[in-house]
């Protein structure tokens, strides 16, 4: 990176500077809210039970959810409520055809999806922290409840406090996005990610000490995670570049134009999205079975929905490819970048503009989008089943890694784009480049 926009210029920059230390303070407040029981619990049973439940699907959701499902906090249902509701949503844009009005009608269209996103989101809150609720009053350890008071008053108490949560954590992710930096709901789920990694070391460390895990099990665990680490940095870091020629335009004495540029397009375009819409279709209903131990159904789905299952893994990886494909379809249109190139008179060499330029287009994004879900599925998928075989904590699989370093590069990113906006700012300013005007 040039000097003149280095990092170390982030604190010369006031309204960077202030932006990062928004977020650091709405992350703080999340991270305080996880400590926060739920009334009506008691917190020291409820990790007890959850210890018990290790290697189960909820050891994911807890990871999801920032350790808030471990001691029941206010927090217990994360975001992923949220993003399931835009899940639906973004399904329904795409086959009920006045949502997918709605989406053509620009900002107006965009804020009616936003408030039906929140509706759903409420709705579904409501309907897992009620299962939840009812679940948890059937848990004892050693004969002790973790309800102190079962009953409707604590069901509706439980609903209504982690309904609350959710809601609150939705709003703090909409104020990271438009007033920090960064997108507000991944960094919710970094940070919940982040917060539990120390204590996945010392359970790693506890493990080979007490002889449960080997060496050489501990040796094989670091190299895989630098391996997965290296391979995240690189597929989300390479692009496929698309040359795109622009013609010289005489207007008057002068020539505009002429000038040869490229449209990058990442391998994985679509991001950590894909793994965090997958994870959260499963973590529903599968989290709501582990509550219910006891009744046969729930039992069965429960088992076949365990993370290093043939199930779990059959069905994550059709979930990642279908989110892939889906998320992709929605934030890049071949038609509306073909159609922008011939309106501003630019063209691929070798393609004709318009319709054969948005086929060529989607061509390209179909193969990169394939490698894209095939790297996805090989990343969260295959060091999961690896760490399972040495008994290492569920931290170290690769969606938890993929999230983080995926989260963290695209931080990164729009940090380096406020920096060079600000250069370029200043050029503007002092009047260095008044004369190419």
């Known amino acids: 990176m040039a000097n003149g926009y280095g990092f170390s210029n982030i604190a010369k920059v006031p ?61 217990a249902l994360g975001v992923m409520p949220y993003i399931s509701a835009s899940i639906i949503v973004q399904l329904l844009c795409m086959i009920y055809p006045p949502f997918e009005q709605l989406q053509k009608e620009g900002a107006t269209g965009k804020h009616k999806l936003t408030v039906y996103t929140r ?22 350890v050693a004969g002790q409840s973790v309800v102190s008071n079962p009953g409707w008053g604590f069901r509706m108490v439980a609903m209504i406090t982690m309904t609350t949560g959710t809601c609150f954590l939705m709003w703090l992710g909409e104020q990271i996005t438009e007033r920090g930096i960064g997108n507000g709901i991944s960094l919710i789920i970094f940070a919940g990610i982040v917060a539990r990694l120390p204590l996945a070391i010392i359970n790693t460390f506890r493990l080979v000490r ?13 190299v895989l995670v630098a391996v997965v680490i290296a391979g995240i940095v690189y597929f989300e870091t390479s692009q496929r570049r698309i040359p795109i020629q622009y013609p010289k335009q005489i207007k008057g004495r002068r020539i505009y134009g002429g ?6 397009l990442k391998i994985n375009i679509s991001g950590v999205i894909p793994p ?29 929905l365990s993370p290093t299952g043939f199930w779990y893994n059959v069905i994550y990886v059709i979930a990642i490819v279908f989110f892939t494909y889906f998320y992709t379809a929605v934030i890049f249109n071949p038609l509306d970048v073909a159609e922008n190139l011939k309106k501003n008179g630019g063209y691929i060499p070798g393609i004709r503009p ?43 699989g690769g969606t938890s890694l993929l999230i983080v370093i995926g989260v963290s590069l695209d931080t990164m990113s729009q940090i380096e784009s406020h920096l060079i906006t600000r250069q370029y700012d200043g050029l503007l300013k002092t009047g260095r480049i008044r004369s190419r005007r």
């Open 210 to 222: 007490t002889g449960e895990m080997s060496i050489i099990a501990l040796i094989l665990v670091v």
């Open 119 to 140: 509706y759903l989101t409420v709705l579904l809150c409501l309907i897992q922290s009620h299962f939840m609720a009812f679940g948890v009053e059937q848990m004892t």
């Open 276 to 304: 965090i819409f997958a994870s959260s279709i499963i973590v529903f209903p599968a989290t709501i079975a582990q509550f219910f131990p006891d009744v046969g159904f729930m039992k069965t789905l429960a088992g076949a």
């Open 259 to 264: 000038q040869s540029t490229h449209l990058p």
């Open 15 to 75: 309204e960077l500077w202030n932006r990062i230390l928004f977020t650091l303070a709405m992350l703080l407040v999340y991270r305080l809210g996880i400590h926060i029981p739920t009334p009506g619990i008691d917190s020291a049973i409820m990790k007890e039970w959850f210890d018990q439940q290790q290697g189960t699907l909820l050891g994911m959701f807890d990871m999801f959810s920032g350790g808030g499902l471990r001691g029941l906090s206010i927090f």
């Open 354 to 396: 318009g319709k054969a330029t948005a086929e060529y287009l989607d061509r390209v994004l179909s193969r990169l989008t394939f490698i894209g879900a095939i790297y996805l599925s090989i990343v969260c998928v295959l060091p999961m089943i690896l760490i399972s075989w040495t008994n290492a904590p569920f931290y170290f």
